[in-house]
């Protein structure tokens, strides 16, 4: 479990936030729907404690944005360092394995790789014969029709002025066949690649659907449906496509490097 990420000057700097957000009589939900935050971030700011965020960078993020917002000037609190960082990242990425139970894990391996090649052997065999006996009912047939096949050839030859070109043909088809599949694969589909450390959030309408920290060539689909709405930290270490389409990240990012991409029916 990570530790809690929280000091007295947070804790101090987050009362300031509140104080600034009440003076302007507005709600926790009120802010979270203008900045498009959610309203755990915005908790974790106005308490001082900072666990649920993903990262330092993200957090900062979402700082300066309630910051700017709420027209006042803090500096970010010193409540991470180097250590804290990398074991959360460490946490975040490694999956916990209870090792009581290792040697039940390595049995089941076992039984399962034994009963994979044993069946594999079968399947071999069975080919193996099912084919000889396929091979030489075959050959029996075309011994049989062998004779018929001369004369049937002969009585219909036909000359044809030009010829039949069936390479091109296939080729078209093939063309067809490959923009047919191309279009139903990317329907509805959103795919980001991320260069270096990228936070996301996607909402359908209003609901948030993904919110999570990616790292360097890490890549993350979707199937999603007009309309919504991503919002991206780091807008310049994230490269994706809709439906095909390149997706503009960078152009209007502001200058903390988050921007918001809207996707609506039109």
Do not use: H
């Not at 994979?116 to 006996?133: E, K, P, Q």
């Amino acid at each position: 479990m990570i530790a809690e990420l929280k000091s007295a000057n947070s804790a101090k700097i987050g009362k300031v936030f509140k104080d600034a957000r009440n003076n302007l009589e507005l709600s926790k939900n009120d802010i979270a729907e203008v900045l498009v935050m959610n309203i755990k971030y915005i908790q974790a700011i106005e308490s001082g404690n900072y666990s649920s965020f993903p990262s330092e960078g993200f957090a900062r993020a979402y700082f300066i944005k309630y910051q700017d917002f709420l027209s006042i000037n803090c500096d970010f609190p010193s409540i991470y360092d180097e250590d804290s960082r990398k074991v959360e990242i460490i946490e975040k990425s490694i999956i916990k394995i209870d090792m009581s139970l290792m040697p039940f894990f390595k049995k089941g391996i076992f039984i399962i790789i034994t009963i994979f090649v044993l069946f594999s052997f079968y399947n071999i065999i069975s080919n193996y014969n099912n084919n000889s006996a396929t091979n030489e009912n075959n050959l029996t047939d075309n011994l049989k029709n062998a004779q018929f096949i001369a004369p049937e050839i002969k009585n219909n030859i036909v000359e044809l002025d030009e010829p039949i070109v069936f390479d091109e043909i296939n080729e078209v088809n093939k063309v067809n066949i490959e923009n047919k599949t191309s279009s139903l694969s990317l329907n509805n589909k959103l795919t980001l690649n991320f260069l270096d450390e990228c936070w996301i959030e996607i909402y359908s309408g209003n609901e948030l659907v993904a919110n999570q920290l990616f790292q360097l060539n890490d890549v993350y689909m979707l199937d999603i449906e007009k309309p919504f709405k991503v919002v991206v930290g780091n807008a310049d270490n994230v490269e994706g496509t809709y439906n095909g389409d390149s997706i503009d990240f960078i152009t209007n990012a502001n200058r903390l490097r988050v921007n918001t991409i809207i996707f609506n029916d039109e």
